[in-house]
């Protein structure tokens, strides 16, 4: 009897991911940290100031900067399963609802190119909460018509960072689950909720710079003053919304997005511990969507570039448990979790089955 190591076992069944939309590496980081057979084999990024960040942090991995308009398939190794949280603005209320008719909304017809060509055995897609509802439900019908008609069978599902990620954020994202093998895609569960038990506190830095706080000088200290009363460990985060403030009641930080670190619409502040008023720290931010505190953030990128990476990321303790759940599916185990709305085909026909 021949005997093999688990290291060999662990090389043997290795499973090759492929990175597109990277942003700064969250799938990916949520990828491996589920699992060490995980290994990122292509991952692609054109925006120039992510990929600082994530060559920073993956500085094993040549990022491929090319669009995915441009993107030859040929010059993409094989892989397993396809990664991709791609661009929310087509599908969001901040990109005015545009969807397909948007060029970026035709870049899932490139997501499909490259699945057609390359035949992964997975797909992982991530979008904004909006994307079930887009027009009437038309674009996800577009979407999943697509991905079936390419032979795979998925799972989606909107998760929320607070329930399902231990991070006291509210971010509502939809997650795409799928599979060339029909019995997988059965077999496969997203993660259920899980206690929160993180707090505001637990993703603030003990240290801030100066830079950060509000001042009596600034045109809106006065409104700042007058409504932000509770402290950060009193779990009380703020939102700045142009002209007034607004108290986040639900205990977690609103949901993050790019623009907050200069005069958005949505500007998380507190109240610190020393009756300061400060807004987040993009380290803070990159706290507040589960990046480890060792994740490197380049000293020569701007506030307003870290801000927009950490607001288009993703939850990385989210993306973890999706990532150990696809693994065992793919492996035949069972896994535990809801089960989300299965789409399959059955008798020629397009089948939502809850």
Do not use: W
Request: with cysteine; aromatic share 10%.
């Amino acid at each position: 009897m021949i005997f093999v190591s688990e290291e060999r076992k662990t090389k043997m069944n290795s499973v090759n991911i492929a990175d597109f939309f990277a942003g700064v590496g969250g799938i990916r980081l949520g990828f491996e940290n589920a699992s060490t057979r995980y290994k990122c084999t292509f991952t692609n990024e054109i925006d120039k100031y992510a990929i600082r960040t994530y060559e920073k942090n993956f500085p094993d991995q040549k990022v491929n900067s090319v669009s995915i308009v441009d993107l030859d398939t040929q010059d993409i190794p094989a892989f397993d399963v396809f990664m991709g949280g791609f661009p929310c603005q087509p599908f969001s209320i901040a990109g005015h609802r545009k969807g397909f008719d948007d060029d970026r909304g035709n870049l899932f017809t490139h997501i499909a190119r490259i699945l057609d060509a390359k035949r992964p055995k997975a797909l992982f897609l991530e979008n904004v909460k909006n994307l079930k509802g887009h027009d009437k439900g038309r674009t996800l019908q577009v979407i999943s018509e697509t991905l079936n008609d390419l032979g795979y069978t998925f799972r989606y599902k909107v998760l929320n960072s607070a329930k399902h990620g231990n991070i006291p954020q509210n971010r509502e994202r939809i997650f795409i689950v799928g599979f060339l093998n029909e019995k997988e895609a059965k077999r496969f569960r997203f993660p259920a909720e899980i206690e929160l038990v993180k707090g505001i506190s637990d993703c603030l830095e003990n240290t801030v710079l100066r830079k950060y706080y509000y001042t009596d000088d600034s045109k809106i200290y006065p409104v700042l003053q007058e409504n932000i009363t509770e402290t950060a460990s009193e779990n009380v985060v703020y939102q700045f919304r142009r002209h007034y403030v607004r108290k986040n009641k639900s205990g977690v930080c609103p949901t993050l997005t790019a623009n907050m670190g200069g005069g958005g619409h949505n500007v998380p502040i507190i109240l610190d511990d020393t009756g300061r008023i400060r807004k987040l720290t993009p380290r803070e931010c990159f706290n507040f969507q589960g990046f480890p505190n060792d994740f490197k953030l380049p000293t020569n990128s701007s506030d307003t570039q870290l801000y927009k990476q950490a607001g288009n990321s993703v939850t990385v303790t989210v993306i973890k448990r999706i990532a150990r759940n696809i693994l065992r599916a793919m492996d035949g185990k069972k896994t535990e979790g809801e089960k989300g709305v299965l789409v399959a085909r059955k008798y020629a026909k397009l089948v939502f089955c809850e």
